[in-house]
């Protein structure tokens, strides 16, 4: 597991599989709607910080939706 840090944890990767990568994300206090894309792990119940993630199987599917998650945990730690 790879931590990306800010003040705290605010996305990790993880390898799943051998073909396969989860970019998780700290989203605890994201209020909007999650795209289908985007998986509850079920973190908050459990207090862990990562509470979503994105299965990726290839550098093609790290896209203009993937940046945009990164950069909203990132700016969620801030607070």
Do not use: C
Request: charged share 30%; aromatic share 6%; glycine share 6%.
């Amino acid at each position: 597991m790879v931590p990306l840090n800010r003040e705290h944890v605010f996305a990790q990767i993880k390898p799943t599989t051998n073909t396969r990568i989860d970019l998780g994300f700290a989203l605890t206090h994201y209020k909007g709607k999650m795209p289908k894309r985007i998986i509850d792990t079920g973190g908050l119940a459990e207090k862990d910080r990562i509470t979503h993630r994105i299965e990726l199987n290839s550098v093609n599917e790290i896209d203009a939706e993937v940046k945009k998650w990164l950069r909203t945990a990132y700016g969620l730690d801030a607070k």
